[in-house]
């Protein structure tokens, strides 16, 4: 990446103020000797600003840089010396927003083991699953999720445990250099069948840094509401972002709208990290926080037709889309102006990454012809993971990844997202894609959420089928669905089954479960 543009962008978010000598060259220090590792951006964090405030706990409250190294380094110094955790073991973190994580996290890079984040919505036999696949020597869990955690094979340590490894164990002032840097491992939603490992790589310098707060003008010392769930690879990326800006975090267990816009408000949160269905929400509940944040930044999921609309118009213009997934880690970002002209682009990919839509032989198509998403970026993954050191393929082409999501290019460059590729219903010989009927059901005032997903037809082949969720005291029939679809849209696009349901199932970031609508 350009040298020059890396600095003007540092310069730009305050990276490159002035500050105490001995603290700069502690922070440099830390960086040259540990990394863009999360424990070396904890190290250089803590060497530059070690009183400031980095996460606010809802339940243990404050914690300054200094503490929370301290406290992490404890609990790698216990882990190390009571459970065997080392370079290359595989230790699982069951937990839901909040410090403990953030320690584990830190004590495991420290140790140089490989940290698993385990989604907390998990089955007792899913769970089962990832510990076997994922080869884990120990899982630090959460005390509400003791029932499911037993379920895995492996040694089990509950969060309480680890408060008191803690406390009773000695800091330790001199840390030697591990022989092998820790591996962050965050599973694949799940979706379609059961999640997988995919391999995070460690950022070899600033570039994904200002690719990112380029676009999203996050500036050091912000204070930021991470509520997408640090287990995913946005959340995850919320706080590696945090710490590089040397922000204070703010975290909640739960997500509920109008604990969240108390929290904005009660801690002067500058930004919200946060997954698109939380976004909607916040709309509907109509939770406001007196003085909103200047940057709400999301991900994980396909934003609901108009919702980008609808949240600026109550919040403002500080809304910021970023297009990815768990390979990809990043393709595209839509800012307000971008949502503004169109609410429904993914935006322009961010300085340092490249991104074709290729057809089906790998040649590019045609501007606004749909083809598949292919993303060239600093931090694409390294890889599934079934056990320490099993690779495997990761479908790149060239040095651009494929997505699995179709897409096309407008007049103006922009991105927009017109399904997965496995989505894609052929009917009676005509390719069609379920995302643009979601979208335009999801803008019907009595529909609070839309999934439109093929099915089998003995007839056609497939066919379309629409599952949808009325908002309280709405009613809406089948058929003026279907009326409602043929006026917009080809005579293909229209659902001949149409259902109603009382929610939709969802991953814990908001995404369609397809596999568990079925015809009712």
């Known amino acids: 990446m350009d040298l020059l543009f890396i600095v003007r962008t540092l310069a730009r978010r305050g990276l490159l103020k002035p500050g105490s000598p001995h603290r700069v060259a502690d922070q440099l220090n830390a960086l040259r000797r540990w990394g863009f590792t999360l424990a070396g951006e904890l190290r250089a964090a803590e060497a530059r600003d070690p009183h400031r ?123 030697d250099e591990v022989t092998r840097a820790g591996r962050t491992i965050v599973l694949t939603s799940g979706t379609t069948g059961a999640p997988k490992g995919a391999r995070r790589p460690t950022p070899k310098g ?56 108390h929290a904005l408000d009660e801690h002067g949160c500058t930004a919200l990290f946060a997954v698109p269905v939380m976004l909607q929400r916040l709309v509907e509940a109509r939770a406001l926080p007196a003085r909103p944040p200047h940057i709400v930044a999301v991900s994980g999921s396909a934003m609901p037709g108009g919702l980008a609309t609808r949240f600026m118009d109550a919040w403002g213009d ?43 032989t790998g040649r590019p198509v045609a501007r606004g012809e749909i083809g598949e998403i292919h993303v060239g970026n600093e931090m694409l993954f390294e890889g599934y993971t079934r056990g320490p050191g099993d690779p495997s393929a990761t479908g790149l082409r060239g040095d651009l990844l494929g997505t699995g999501d179709l897409g096309h290019l407008d007049a103006d460059g922009l991105l927009h997202v017109d ?58 029939d089948a058929d003026e669905v279907r009326e409602y679809v043929r006026h917009y849209l080809a005579r293909f696009s229209v659902p001949r089954d149409v259902y109603f349901l009382p929610e939709l199932p969802r991953t814990a970031t908001g995404k369609v479960i397809p596999r568990l609508l079925r015809p009712l």
């Open 206 to 261: 600033f570039g994904p840094l200002v690719s990112i707060i380029d676009r999203i003008p996050l500036e050091v010392g912000e204070r930021i509401l991470i509520s997408a769930p640090l287990f995913h690879t946005w959340g995850y990326a919320a706080l590696q972002l945090a710490l590089a800006m040397r922000a204070t975090v703010v975290l909640q267990r739960r997500f509920d709208p109008a604990a969240t816009a």
């Open 318 to 360: 500080c809304l910021y889309n970023l297009y990815g997934s768990t390979e990809a880690s990043w393709a595209s970002i839509a800012t307000p102006a971008d949502l503004r002209r169109d609410h429904r682009t993914a935006g322009r990919p961010p300085h340092g990454t490249r991104i074709a839509i290729l057809d089906p």
């Open 53 to 175: 405030t980095a996460i606010v706990d809802e339940q243990r409250g404050p914690i300054t840089y200094r503490q929370l190294l301290r406290r992490s380094q404890r609990l790698a110094v216990a882990l190390g010396g009571t459970r065997g955790v080392g370079p290359g073991v595989r230790v699982g973190l069951m937990c839901r927003n909040h410090a403990g994580l953030v320690e584990a996290m830190v004590a495991c890079s420290l140790l140089g083991a490989d940290a698993v984040l385990v989604n907390t919505a998990l089955s007792a036999p899913q769970l089962t699953a990832v510990a076997e696949q994922q080869q884990l020597r120990l899982l630090l869990h959460d005390r509400e999720f003791a029932p499911v955690a037993a379920s895995a094979a492996c040694e089990r340590l509950d969060e309480s445990t680890a408060e008191a490894l803690i406390a009773d164990t000695p800091a330790q002032d001199r840390w």
């Open 419 to 476: 399904g997965r590729a496995d989505d894609m219903v052929v009917s009676g010989g005509e390719n069609v894609f379920p995302r643009p009927v979601e979208e335009l059901l999801a803008e019907l005032p009595q529909v609070r959420e839309a999934a439109v997903i093929g099915v089998p037809d003995a007839q056609y082949g497939q066919r379309l089928a629409a599952y949808l969720v009325l908002h309280p005291g709405q009613a809406l």
